[in-house]
């Protein structure tokens, strides 16, 4: 059977003239409190709304007149290579198309807006909605991922953990699972784990990995976007985390079921058709509803946190805790007052952090140094030479105890022995931009390369409202120096501070990009230095004795430290359980600063201009907008932005069922197919290939 992917019409209750006609059931009503339902039954809810169009127009307005902060919007129109075929959105036109097309529901009307952002394949420029994104999560039990085999070949298989993180993440629910098995192997759930995966809903796998690559966004690279259809770890703050993968975790509940065709690996090669439904799980970022009505109230009208406030009116209370972006967000939960006191750059996703467990048997069994803390974990292999820190973000609780914790944690590793050093950002989103910088500096050591700038210059978007914003605020707006778009906060292209009064846009750059005028501010240079904490004069390692590691989902923050350690420094870089003929990136997703519309908003309404005509009114939903607010320039070619330009992996090293989503098989493989392979092949005459298909000659 191949599950259909059915949208529901809208229910629309009845008017008073109708009042003697039979109520439509209220589909919010019948899951309201029920942690598990059906893809259905929470996709009727989710129709439930029909479209206002006062919300269209305010959506369509808040979106389009935000995008004038968002520096890559032209950009995104049609990318230049090696990005051509897979960055060719305009973002405006399609908003246009959406403001007069005809929908059946509010739902249709986001997911619209929503896969229109999604083909940017930017993390940093998304728009999502808490009344429907993740509010119901549907999961299957079968993580997939992709293995190789000793001659060569890949196959598609589900994980062969499947099982162990099915039933313990969803034990109130796999007795459902269990029973919607076929007959022959109904509360057999456990033997298909590892199983071979012929085709999927009637064709190779293949298709849907690649259907999946071209809509789940987030990052440029085709590669990396299909590394996101399998499962795979992360370091969190609180422990080792375990990805679904966009097959097995879905953030809309548009899919029924799958129709599976897997070999199982029981000794006979029995081949199964298999027919599972996918359940729909509850949230975590949901609100408790009862009714239609009541989820409506809840959960789509936007709060205090959904828009800006002037940090000037005395009268504007501003609520404690997360802001309105945090829970999509792909970084540990941050302290506000950090955020807003050190500059990020995080993508964005509908998919929250996940907090699945990773098995244990999966997680590093070797004792992580004491130096270890929260998304960052130090560990000695057994070799007694190779390092290693896990770093799952590059955000903590407290930047300051971070900062200190990467310090403490190299050096404990040299003062254990260490003489390399593998650092594993898998699935890291990125985080503080001054942590980059600093991680950057302590591996390097003091070089022209990072100081006075361990990351990259950077410029604003000039469009007309921004240079508004920056007038303001040279006539004495910003008097405690609260806002970004003070000069004072940066420094100049030489690296000088600018003084009280200066402006971070003139002279404006004005630039013809895909045929439309464009204008960006004045170069920007380091943000970072004097750091807060000393750090030592002479780096922990040499380049060429660290690797940086990855699924490819290295972004923002991320992107900034890896791409400068492997372009400047020539550290080099490895891409885990890629398709072999698809060339893999270690880094995406660049940017130089990522922001969003309430903190943009704080900018417009602190300098009393939202009355401008080109300043987005309030969002009337409870929605999030993310955007790129500073372009990063290359290394190689510093006149063009970093986001577009190569970031191959030296290395696309394929998993088996014996290494996969397992770290420390992970790294020792990686360190010995770098190393000892290597020196191997160099000390018998043989040069080392790498992904590009250059020879690589030991410095």
Known sequence: ????????????????????????????????????????????????????????T?????????????????????????????????????????????????????????????????????????????????????????LTAEDGSQDVHIAPEAFDVASAEFGDEIEFWQEALPANLKHKLESLSGARVLTINGQHPLVSVNANAKTTGGFQSFGTRQNAFFSSYHRGSGGWEYVMGNFAQHVHPLVDGVELVVQRLDGEGAI???????????????????????????????????????????????????????????????????????????????????????????????????????????????????GVLALGSFSAAKFSTFQSSLHKGLKGLKDAGAKKLVVD??????????????????????????????????????GPLAQAIVQKIQKGADPKTLLSYNAVQWTNASNDPFSEGDSVLEPVLKKLINGHEDAFGRRLGQECQPFAEEPPAKGFF??????????????SSCSLFSITMAKIHGVRTVVVGGYQDTFQHYAGVVGGQSTDFSTIDTEIKSTGLKN???????????????????????????????????????????????????????????????WEVEQEEMDDGHSFRLQDGSDFVLA
């Not at 003697?20 to 929470?42: F, H, M, Q």
């Open 272 to 386: 199964d058709i298999v027919s599972l439904p996918y359940r729909s799980r509850f949230g975590s970022g949901s609100n408790n509803f009862t009714d239609f009505a009541s989820y409506r109230a809840n959960n789509c009208l936007a709060t205090p946190k959904t828009n800006g406030h002037d940090l000037y009116d005395a009268k504007v209370t501003v609520e404690d805790g997360p802001s309105a972006a945090a829970y999509f967000q792909q970084q540990p939960p941050v302290d506000p007052r950090e955020a807003r006191q050190h500059p990020m750059n995080v993508i964005l996703d509908a998919s929250p952090m996940t907090n699945i467990e990773l098995p244990e048997k999966l997680q590093p069994a070797l004792n992580p140094l004491n130096e270890s803390y929260s998304v960052a974990e130090f560990f000695l292999l057994n070799d007694n030479t190779t």
């Open 425 to 462: 950002v898998t699935n890291n989103g990125g985080g503080f931009i001054c942590i980059a910088h600093w991680l950057h500096r302590l591996i390097i050591g003091r070089s022209e390369s990072t100081e006075p700038q361990a990351g990259l210059d950077t410029s604003m978007r000039a």
């Open 58 to 146: 305010n959506t369509i307005e808040v979106l389009n007149k935000t995008l004038a902060f968002h520096t890559s919007v032209n950009y995104q129109i049609s990318a230049p290579e090696p990005f051509k075929s897979d960055v060719h959105e305009d973002l405006h036109a399609d908003l246009a198309r959406i403001s007069t097309q005809k929908y059946s529901s509010e739902f249709e009307f986001h997911l619209d807006i929503f896969h229109a952002f999604r083909r940017v394949n930017d993390g940093h420029c998304v728009a999502l909605n808490y009344c429907y994104d993740s509010f119901y999560v549907s999961y299957l039990p079968l993580p997939l991922v992709l």
């Open 1 to 56: 059977m191949v599950w259909p992917i059915l949208l529901l019409a809208p229910l629309v209750l009845c008017s008073p003239s109708t009042a003697n006609w039979p109520v439509p059931t209220d589909a919010c009503a019948l899951i309201a409190g029920k942690k598990w339902v059906s893809p259905a039954e929470a996709r009727a809810c989710l129709y439930m709304a029909p479209l206002n169009e006062d919300i269209r």
């Open 542 to 555: 040499l380049p060429e004795d660290v690797i940086i590691v990855s699924n490819g989902r290295c972004a």
């Open 612 to 674: 401008h005509t080109l300043a987005p009114p309030d969002f009337m939903t409870h929605s999030v907008q993310g955007i790129t607010w500073r372009l990063g320039y290359g290394i190689w070619d510093p006149t063009e932005p970093e986001e577009w330009q190569d970031h191959t992996a030296d290395l696309n090293f394929h998993v088996t069922a014996e290494t996969v989503n397992k770290p420390v098989a992970i790294w020792e493989a990686v360190a010995k197919e770098i």
